[in-house]
């Protein structure tokens, strides 16, 4: 259905959050330094928006619209 068509990718999406959600913890926890934060925090970002354009790109090409 069209629902369900971006699940996956949402879920990814998720993940994404997620990670970021551990790396805070690891930052306050101390695992891991500011720079490694910073740096590790951004990759997660800059996947969460390519994972975005995917979808509207998928969107923008599905059959059912």
């Known amino acids: ?27 306050d926890l101390g695992y891991v330094a500011v720079e490694e934060f910073n740096e590790a925090y951004e990759t997660s970002s800059e996947v969460a928006g390519l994972i975005t354009g995917f979808i509207r790109y998928l969107q923008g090409n599905s059959p059912d619209d």
């Open 1 to 27: 259905t069209k629902v369900k068509k971006f699940e996956d990718e949402e879920c990814a999406k998720g993940s994404v959050s997620e990670i970021q959600s551990q790396l805070y913890a690891a930052y």
